[in-house]
């Protein structure tokens, strides 16, 4: 069930906000369905830089709106969505392993729902999440081949000392990790949140819904991708550190990445 719970001094502000606004842009009262907040202001994990989430669900839009705004000294950002794109949303997340409406099922707060349409619809995602979302189709072995020619560029790189190293270095990271998560059926999480998504299980919760079925992540992989990003100032230690991770990775594959061929159609 979304959450019941809200800074008081946020939810005044958030009303205040949508009254002069938000209310003024749809013109329509009656086709307003639905305000509710989420993010890092609703699960504890806000910080001086966090903004503010705002969505509002209308019946009829001509598109999204998607809007930032500082207001009262608090940065909000916004979306003014038709219902129709909502629930678009909701088979696209689930082919590409996002719960995003499941964990928002848990953690957004209602400011107003009209009739609890979409209190509704959210408690639905997560049967629906279940029921519809897709292991990707990706070719894993191409990928893997790609990864193979990152890490020599990365080495390359490391033996010229070129000052492209670090940025070299965190692409392949996430290349592999993109990969590793894929094939492992995980869920899909933000690139810039996942090393505190893969090491604070509180933190992680709030992303990942229990009630979404996909793998949990992989602890040996995560020790060694955790390895890799705290290790950021020795550079032969990264290298080695991305190595490591990649021989882990490359163990689930029976392709040689020297030695090939690849259909690509």
């Known amino acids: 069930m979304p959450s019941s719970k809200i800074n008081e001094e946020i939810k005044k502000l958030l009303n205040e906000f949508v009254s002069q606004n938000i209310m003024p842009k749809i013109l329509d009262k009656d086709n307003l369905l639905a305000i509710l907040t989420y993010g890092s202001s609703l699960t504890g994990f806000s910080?001086?830089?966090?903004?503010?989430?705002?969505?509002?669900?209308?019946?009829?839009?001509?598109?999204?709106?998607?809007?930032?705004?500082?207001?009262?000294?608090?940065?909000?950002?916004?979306?003014?969505?038709?219902?129709?794109?909502?629930?678009?949303?909701?088979?696209?997340?689930?082919?590409?392993?996002?719960?995003?409406?499941?964990?928002?099922?848990?953690?957004?707060?209602?400011?107003?729902?009209?009739?609890?349409?979409?209190?509704?619809?959210?408690?639905?995602?997560?049967?629906?999440?279940?029921?519809?979302?897709?292991?990707?189709?990706?070719?894993y072995d191409l990928k893997l081949v790609q990864i193979e020619n990152r890490i020599a560029n990365l080495k390359n790189v490391f033996e010229r000392d070129g000052k492209e190293f670090h940025m070299v270095y965190f692409n392949t990271l996430e290349m592999i990790r993109t990969l590793h998560s894929k094939r492992n059926d995980e869920a899909e999480i933000p690139f810039a949140k996942a090393y505190r998504i893969y090491t604070d299980k509180e933190y992680y919760n709030k992303f990942v819904s229990a009630h979404a079925h996909n793998n949990k992540p992989d602890e040996e992989f995560v020790k060694l991708y955790t390895i890799c990003v705290e290790e950021y100032s020795d550079k032969a230690k990264m290298l080695k550190n991305i190595e490591n991770l990649y021989q882990y990775e490359q163990k689930f594959y029976k392709i040689n990445p020297n030695d090939y061929e690849i259909n690509l159609d």
């Open 47 to 139: 910080s001086k830089n966090s903004d503010i989430d705002l969505l509002i669900v209308v019946n009829k839009a001509d598109s999204t709106t998607r809007g930032v705004k500082i207001f009262q000294g608090k940065k909000i950002e916004y979306f003014i969505k038709p219902i129709g794109k909502f629930f678009s949303e909701s088979e696209i997340f689930a082919k590409n392993n996002c719960p995003s409406h499941v964990a928002l099922n848990e953690n957004a707060y209602f400011l107003y729902d009209r009739g609890d349409l979409l209190k509704n619809i959210l408690n639905s995602e997560v049967d629906f999440y279940n029921e519809n979302r897709e292991r990707p189709k990706d070719n």
